[in-house]
T-cell receptor, first 117, second 116 residues
Framework: EAGVTQFPSHSVIEKGQTVTLRCDPI?????LYWYRRVMGKEIKFLLH????????ESGMPNNRFLAERTGGTYSTLKVQPAELEDSGVYFC???????????????FGEGSRLTVL | KQEVTQIPAALSVPEGENLVLNCSFT??????LQWFRQDPGKGLTSLLL?????REQTSGRLNASLDKSSGRSTLYIAASQPGDSATYLC???????????????FGPGTSLSVIP
């Protein structure tokens, strides 16, 4: 079974440009989370989807960030326009939802490293 | 507000030593706690998951304990090896009901170096 996959693994863009990160969760996982780790800081929650619905987006830093999960499958995180402080590693995680043996265990992707110059 | 801390921030030990990494959290109402490992430039690898009703979990040379009442978890690594060098993160998962949403709060991590 494929794990959580993220694309691209690394993106280098200039300030003011747009970048779109993609996450494919484990098949059948309704929960999808985005996290990011900026240099020297701990991993911070950005938002949480349950299927296609945004359950919690309290961690989104500002309106330059837009996350979507059309159809409840893969998700995209768009940064437009990118700023220097957006540089970091963006992680996606998934977990199943509401099953009898639900443990809440998270499965993470490899992350997408974003460098804004 | 849930806060998660990890001590020490960095640790360097000679190969073969047993070691303990600490994780503390301020709100004991957690659903479970998960320990991860992150290698440089890589994603997060789940090591152990402890549900709130459990006291400990073991996997190979790793043993994680959980004391909800005191807001603490420890990760014990036996007979450390150079390949154990990585950043170790604990994360508390707060979910009241199985049908409610979860929010995961990460600690800052402990950077471990095992010297050959």
């Amino acid at each position: 079974e494929a794990g959580v996959t993220q694309f691209p693994s690394h993106s280098v863009i200039e300030k003011g440009q747009t970048v779109t990160l993609r996450c494919d969760p484990i098949s059948g996982h309704d929960n999808l989370y985005w996290y990011r780790r900026v240099m020297g800081k701990e991993i911070k929650f950005l938002l949480h989807f349950v299927k296609e619905s945004k359950q919690d987006e309290s961690g989104m830093p500002n309106n330059r960030f837009l996350a979507e999960r059309t159809g409840g499958t893969y998700s995209t995180l768009k940064v437009q326009p990118a700023e220097l402080e957006d540089s970091g590693v963006y992680f996606c995680a998934s977990s199943p939802f509401g099953t009898v043996d639900y443990t809440g265990e998270l499965f993470f992707g490899e992350g997408s490293r974003l460098t804004v110059l | 507000k849930q806060e998660v801390t990890q001590i020490p921030a960095a640790l360097s030990v000679p190969e073969g030593e047993n070691l303990v990494l600490n994780c503390s959290f301020t709100d004991s109402a957690i659903y479970n706690l998960q320990w991860f490992r992150q290698d440089p430039g890589k994603g997060l690898t789940s090591l152990l998951l402890i549900q709130s009703s459990q006291r400990e979990q073991t996997s190979g040379r790793l043993n994680a304990s959980l004391d909800k009442s005191s807001g603490r978890s420890t990760l014990y690594i036996a007979a450390s090896q150079p390949g154990d060098s990585a950043t170790y993160l604990c994360a508390v998962i707060k979910g009241v009901l199985k049908t409610s949403y979860d929010k995961v709060i990460f600690g800052p991590g402990t950077s471990l170096s095992v010297i050959p």
